[in-house]
Structures are given as structure tokens and as C-alpha cells.
């Protein structure tokens, strides 16, 4: 079974950064797609952002501009850059991947909250 944790949720004020990230329990290269999807309270999970194994990223619309998405391979981790955080970016953020084979695995998940 493939773990992916992660680590770098917090309390940010307005106008903030946070970095997470997610460390898959096998070769980051192994998998098709990578991301973070995030979950607010009452709300459905969402996506953020994702990359592919050729090097193609996706920004969900909100936060174009402000979240980069990338993976450093050498420590075999993702990270989500989130910049100029606002309190609507509060949720909790899951780590997402799938494999080749369309196997899917999600990490536990971790807390952002945006406030002053």
C-alpha cells in the first residue's frame, strides 16, 4: 500500500505563505499524476493543483498566480508553494497521486487556516 505524507499545514495571517509537502512511500517517477486537492468545511474536495510525469501543470483558477506546484526528485517530494494566502484558502489539503495503472492513494491530509 503506497503512504503519502505530509507536512507544512499551519495558521497563516492574510497575505502569507505556507509550503507543503507530500513524500510517497515509492518513487515519486512511478506515478502518472501528482497534487493537492483541498476540502473546506461543508464543502466538497477540490482540486488545486496537479503536475504530470511529463512536466505539465494544472491551477485550479483561484490560485493561479499565487500556489506553484513542483517535485523535486532527488528527495522524492512534492511540494505545493502557497503565496499571498487568503481566508478563503482555508481547508484542509490532501495530497493526491495515481499511477500509470489509474491506482489512486490519498495522504491523511493537512490543516490550512487563513486567518488574522
Known amino acids: 500500500q503506497v503512504q503519502l505524507v505530509e507536512s507544512g499545514g499551519g495558521l497563516v495571517q492574510p497575505g502569507g505563505s505556507l509550503r507543503l509537502s507530500c513524500a510517497p512511500s515509492r518513487s515519486i517517477s512511478s506515478f502518472y499524476t501528482m497534487g493537492w486537492y483541498r476540502q473546506a468545511p461543508g464543502k466538497q474536495r477540490d482540486l488545486v493543483a496537479t503536475f504530470t510525469s511529463g512536466g505539465s501543470t494544472n491551477y485550479t483558477d483561484s490560485v493561479k498566480g499565487r500556489f506553484t506546484i513542483s517535485r523535486d526528485n532527488a528527495k522524492n517530494t512534492a511540494y505545493l508553494q502557497m503565496n499571498s494566502l487568503k481566508p478563503e484558502d482555508t481547508a484542509v489539503y490532501f495530497c493526491?497521486?495515481?499511477?500509470?495503472?489509474?491506482?489512486?492513494?490519498w495522504g491523511q491530509g493537512t490543516q490550512v487556516t487563513v486567518s488574522s
Open positions: 493526491y497521486a495515481r499511477t500509470f495503472f489509474q491506482y489512486e492513494y
